[in-house]
C-alpha cells in the first residue's frame, strides 16, 4: 500500500461514513454539514485523480454557496421530524426504485470488465505543468459550445423564473428611494435663519 | 535538504521515504508561513488601536512594555491580550451544540490559514505552486462563512442567530463580485497561478500594474474583501449597536479570540492578495536603479501595509451601512460594474494585433 492509496482510502471513509451520516443525522443542520463535509472529501478524491479544477470549483460552487444558502434555509425552517418520518412508507417504492437504478449504475461501474470499460483506457497522468484549467476552457467553447450554451440558456431561464417568483410588487411599503436620497440638495432640508442674538433678561 | 532526503529514505525505506519526507517538509514549511502570520495579526490589532487612536486625538494602548523599556511602551500590549485570553475560562452556553460550538472557531480559522499555501511572496518562495492557485484561494476563503454560520446557530442564541444569517448572506452576495471582478484578472493574465499573474505585470514601471487597466475592479476587489472579511463599515454581523455581538456573543476566552485571529489573518490574506493581483507583487514601482536595489519581498510588505492600512482608516472614518445599502451595493453596484468590464476586456482581447500591439494597450495585453 503506498502513501496515496492511503490518502485515498482515508477520504473514502470518510466520504461514506458522512455520506451515510447524511441521510441518518436526526437534526436537518447536522445532515446539511455532513453534506459539505462530503462534498470536501469528493473535491479531495477527484484532486487525487487530477482533476484540479473541477475539485476546486465543486468546492467552490457547492461548499462555498449552494450550501451556505442550505444551511440558511435549513437553519431558519423550523422542521417538525415527526411530519417528515410519516411519509416514509408512502414513498418507500419510489426510494427503493432509486436505489436500485444507482446499485445497478454502480454495479456497471465495478464490474467494468463485463461491459467493455477496458475499451476506454485510463488517461495518461500529465506533468505537474500541464493546466487542465486550460485544456477545460479549450474545450468548453470548442467541442462542446452548442452544449455549453445551452446550458447557459437554462440557467438564465432559472434566473429569471427565481427572479419573477419572488417579485411583487407592495404598495405602502416605506422602502428607500436612493436616487431620491442622493438628489437631496442642502436648502430641501435645511433652512439658515438669520436671527439676532437675544439678551437674558 | 538532500541529506535530510537520505535519512528518510534510510530511516523509512524507499517506497515510505520520499512521502514522508514530503510530508515532514511541507509541515516545516507551513509552520514557517504560520508563525509570522500570527505574530503579524498580533501586532496588526495593536497597529489597529494605535491608528484609530491617533486618528480619534487618542493616544491607544501604551503601557505593556518589555522588561521596562520606556520606549517600547505600548509593544507588550498584544502579547499581554493573548495571554490573558488564554487564561481565560470558555464558557459554553447551557443550550448550544456543543461539538458545533467548539468546531465553530475551528473552522473560521483553518480555511484562512489553509489559503496561505498559494500566496507566492518573492519570485521563488510559494509553498505550493499550483496552477489553479487563483481558483484554490477563492474556494478558500467561500469556506470562512461556515464558521459563522455554524457559531451563530450552535451557539442556541438569538443575536447570535441574526448575526451569522447577515454574515451569510452577505458574503455570499459579495463573494459573486469578488469572483468577477478576479475573471478580469485571469483574462488579463492567461492563468490562474498567482506567480504568472504577477509576471504578466512586469515591466518598466508601475504603469504595467493590473491597478491601471483594471481601476474599478481593484476599488471592487478591494471593497468586496472588506465586506468579505466582516470589517466597519460592513460588519452588520457584529453590529454592537443593534445584535450586541453578533454572531460570537456567547464566545469567551480562546474560542473567541480564535475568531479575532482568523478576521485579521483574512484582512491581511486580502491585501495580500491586493497587492499580488492588482500591485504588482513583489515588483519595484519603477524598474530602475534604486528601486531594483530593495528585495521584492520588501516591496510586497510595504504594499500590504499600506492597503492594511487602509482597512484601519476606514474603521476610524465611515458608520457603518444600512443592511439594504450593503445588500444594493453587492447586487445592483459591483456586479453590473466587473460584468461590464469583464465585456470591455473580452473586446479588447478581440482587437487585431496590430491594434492590441500599439502603445497604451501593448503594455497590459501582452
Not at chain 2, 495580500?272 to 528601486?291: Q, R
Request: proline share 5%; aromatic share 14%.
Amino acid at each position: 500500500m503506498s502513501f496515496e492509496d492511503i490518502i485515498f482510502y482515508f477520504f473514502s471513509a470518510v466520504l461514506v461514513s458522512s455520506a451515510l451520516g447524511v441521510i441518518t443525522a436526526r437534526n436537518p443542520v447536522h445532515s446539511a454539514l455532513l453534506l459539505v463535509l462530503a462534498f470536501f472529501t469528493s473535491a479531495g478524491l477527484w484532486l487525487l485523480l487530477e482533476a484540479e479544477f473541477l475539485a476546486i470549483t465543486l468546492v467552490l460552487v457547492y461548499v462555498g454557496a449552494v450550501m451556505v444558502l442550505f444551511l440558511f434555509v435549513v437553519m431558519m425552517l423550523d422542521i417538525n421530524l415527526d411530519q417528515l418520518r410519516e411519509g416514509f412508507w408512502k414513498w418507500f417504492p419510489f426510494g427503493a426504485f432509486l436505489a436500485l437504478l444507482m446499485a445497478g449504475e454502480m454495479a456497471m461501474v465495478l464490474m467494468g470488465k463485463q461491459f467493455g470499460a477496458d475499451e476506454m483506457p485510463a488517461p495518461p497522468s500529465r506533468g505537474a505543468d500541464y493546466s487542465n484549467t486550460k485544456e477545460l476552457g479549450r474545450l468548453i467553447y470548442t467541442e462542446y459550445v452548442y452544449a455549453f450554451e445551452l446550458a447557459a440558456v437554462i440557467l438564465l431561464v432559472a434566473i429569471v423564473a427565481a427572479i419573477a417568483l419572488t417579485l411583487r410588487r407592495r404598495t405602502g411599503i416605506k422602502s428607500p428611494d436612493v436616487a431620491q436620497q442622493v438628489a437631496v440638495k442642502r436648502k430641501d432640508r435645511v433652512r439658515m435663519v438669520s436671527m439676532p442674538s437675544e439678551k437674558k433678561e | 535538504m538532500e541529506h535530510a532526503q537520505q535519512l528518510f529514505g534510510n530511516l523509512f525505506g524507499p517506497e515510505w521515504g520520499p512521502a514522508l519526507f514530503l510530508v515532514a517538509k511541507n509541515v516545516l514549511l507551513i509552520v514557517a508561513i504560520v508563525l509570522p502570520l500570527m505574530l503579524a495579526v498580533a501586532y496588526l490589532t495593536f497597529a489597529e488601536r494605535k491608528i484609530i487612536g491617533y486618528m480619534q486625538l487618542r493616544v491607544g494602548p501604551n503601557r505593556v512594555t518589555f522588561f521596562g523599556i520606556p520606549w517600547l511602551g505600548g509593544w507588550g500590549q498584544p502579547i499581554a491580550d493573548a495571554v490573558k485570553a488564554v487564561m481565560k475560562e470558555i464558557i459554553i452556553p447551557s443550550g448550544a451544540n456543543k461539538f458545533l460550538f467548539v468546531l465553530a472557531p475551528v473552522l473560521t480559522f483553518a480555511p484562512a490559514l489553509a489559503a496561505w499555501a498559494v500566496v507566492p511572496f518573492s519570485p521563488e518562495v510559494v509553498l505550493a505552486d499550483i496552477n489553479a492557485g487563483l481558483l484554490y484561494i477563492l474556494a478558500m476563503t467561500s469556506m470562512g462563512v461556515y464558521g459563522v454560520i455554524i457559531a451563530g446557530w450552535a451557539s442556541n442564541s438569538k443575536y447570535a442567530f441574526l448575526g451569522a444569517m447577515r454574515s451569510a448572506a452577505q458574503v455570499v452576495s459579495y463573494e459573486l463580485a469578488m469572483g468577477f471582478a478576479l475573471v478580469c484578472v485571469l483574462m488579463m493574465s492567461h492563468s490562474l497561478n498567482l506567480g504568472d499573474i504577477v509576471r504578466g505585470q512586469q515591466g518598466s514601471s508601475f504603469i504595467n500594474w493590473y491597478l491601471i487597466p483594471l481601476f474599478p475592479m481593484f476599488l471592487v476587489y478591494f471593497i468586496s474583501g472588506v465586506a468579505e472579511t466582516n470589517r466597519a463599515p460592513f460588519d452588520v454581523a457584529e453590529g454592537e449597536s443593534e445584535i450586541v455581538a453578533g454572531f460570537h456573543v456567547e464566545y469567551s476566552g480562546m474560542a473567541f479570540t480564535v475568531f479575532f485571529l482568523a478576521e485579521y489573518s483574512n484582512m491581511i490574506l486580502v491585501a495580500t492578495l491586493a497587492s499580488i493581483i492588482f500591485l504588482g507583487g513583489w515588483l519595484p514601482p519603477l524598474d530602475m536603479a534604486p528601486f531594483t536595489l530593495v528585495p521584492g519581498f520588501i516591496w510586497l510588505l510595504l504594499k500590504i501595509s499600506f492597503l492594511l492600512f487602509c482597512f484601519l482608516w476606514f474603521r476610524a472614518t465611515f458608520p457603518r451601512y444600512r443592511y439594504d445599502q450593503i445588500m444594493r451595493l453587492g447586487w445592483k453596484v459591483f456586479i453590473p460594474i466587473t460584468l461590464v468590464w469583464i465585456l470591455l476586456i473580452g473586446v479588447v482581447m478581440q482587437f487585431p494585433p496590430s491594434m492590441r500591439n500599439a502603445f497604451p494597450l501593448s503594455l497590459w495585453f501582452h
